[in-house]
């Protein structure tokens, strides 16, 4: 092993190498050379940079050889993969199975035992875990209410109550001091601030002053940033966040990737509401670990993560992986296919992690320097 021989004067942290350690004095120094064109956080190192980009791109290049399981981050990987390691102190004496944590032990347990301590109150079938009587409970809510105006959908008769009020000219909340009526009583608790004196929240740049935190939270916006616009359709935002959020409608970035059918959205919220439509009393669930699907196939795929079984061969160079997507993807590179194509310059790409990638350039040349 080389010999650590240069030592940093400031906290004694030693390095093998000099360049080593003239990255690590810009810790100290508070010099941050490397700036995202995106949100302008800066960093010292590139490195650093670079994981940062993936935040925006919602990347996770780092693969478990194992389960197939991505990370962002390669130390997030490596944390991982002990759950994957042979020291596993806990066994099972029925079938001699065993587990990083007791935990996981007790709940295997329950496969040999057939107990089943988690009872649903609605129907009264039992579950050998908490998080499956979680999912399950979800089969329970049957009982949509749907909006006959806008479609819209609730799972509850008082929210559906609540919403039917905004598309009726009914205003039960009257302002006592002006007299304006509102659908909500929270607006018109908002509504009344603007009757009060006191604005305690002022706007260090301009010193315009408001009365609530939120009205100067839009304001700072406008106010310490200039007006961006977007070369693509020459819409123009307050903000380079309003800019880069808008540029996903464009690039078509959908990071939210639903496990049942595939399909892409947007954002979280979507996507939950979407899964929400698959749940079914049908439900397959992994006996070994935690998992939980809903498709049979799903879960036949899933459990090749448990065993060193890889089915699927690679008929060009031979190599064997553990599902059918993987070696999908390994083909690409004995193809000259490229199928992810880039929606503003047209150029194609292999995988699309590539296409994000490249998309991120035109997010730079596209928003301007403030």
Known sequence: MAEKSFVCDICKATFTCKSGLTRHLLVHSGIKPHKCRLCG???????DLVRHYRTHTKEKPYECD????????????????????????????????AFLHKSDLVKHIRIH???????????????SRKNH????????MKDKFPCHLCNKIFYQKDALDNHLFKHTKEKRFPCEHC???????????????THSKEKCYACEACQKSFTRKDSLTAHLRSCNEKPQTCELCHQIFHGKNDVIKHLNFHIKTEPYSCDACCLNFLNKDDMISHIRTHYTEELYICEICDEVYMKKSMLINHSLAHSNDRPHACDQCGKFFKNRRILLDHMLIHTEEKR?????????FRR????????????KNIVTEN
């Open 113 to 127: 035992t057939k107990e089943r301590p988690f009872e649903c109150m609605d129907c009264h079938k039992k579950f």
């Open 340 to 348: 992810y194509i880039c929606v503003l310059c047209n150029k194609a």
């Open 179 to 193: 007299g304006k009526a509102f659908h909500l009583k929270r607006s018109l608790l908002l509504h009344t601030l």
């Open 66 to 97: 194992i389960c197939c399981k991505t990370f962002s981050r390669k130390s997030h990987l490596e944390m991982h993969t002990n759950v994957h390691k042979s020291l596993k102190t806990h066994s099972c004496e029925l079938c001699e199975q």
């Open 41 to 47: 956080k800066a960093f010292t190192g590139n490195s």
């Open 352 to 363: 699309n992690y590539h296409l994000k990638m490249h998309s991120l350039t035109h997010i």
């Open 133 to 140: 009587l979680t999912v399950h409970l979800l089969t329970h």
